[in-house]
């Protein structure tokens, strides 16, 4: 059983930056691939970013977020630079046993944390 808990979330003002963190733990951390998603109010759930053997982002963040991963700390983060009011949303972190394809639908992930939430303001 692997479990995830997502920290950094916060309110910041448009432009400005916050970094994410989700710890993992319960398994060895290079058989995931850890992926982030959002969800605002009234809206599904949407990919943001993950990685695996590679990396992926949504068209929304490119440019904008960049996540990466320490191997020794079991941790997978998520630098969320540029911020924009539509950035607004609880962020997940999720985990799903390591594939080929880093960009996969919520719908096939396993676990998932417990959200932090991320407010931008103007």
């Known amino acids: 059983q692997v479990q995830l808990a997502e920290s950094g979330g916060g309110s910041v003002q448009a432009g400005g930056s916050l970094r994410l963190s989700c710890a993992v733990s319960g398994s060895s951390f290079s058989n995931y691939n850890v992926g982030w998603f959002r969800q605002a109010p009234g809206k599904e759930r949407e990919f943001v970013a993950a990685?695996?053997?590679?990396?992926g982002y949504a068209d929304s963040v490119k440019g904008r977020f960049t996540i990466s991963k320490d191997d020794a700390k079991n941790t997978v983060y998520l630098q969320m630079n540029s911020l924009k009011i539509e950035d607004t949303a609880v962020y997940y972190c999720a985990a799903r046993s390591a594939s080929g394809m880093v960009i996969l639908p919520s719908s096939l992930y396993d676990f998932w944390g417990q959200g932090t939430q991320v407010t931008v303001s103007s």
């Open positions: 990685t695996g053997g590679a990396t």
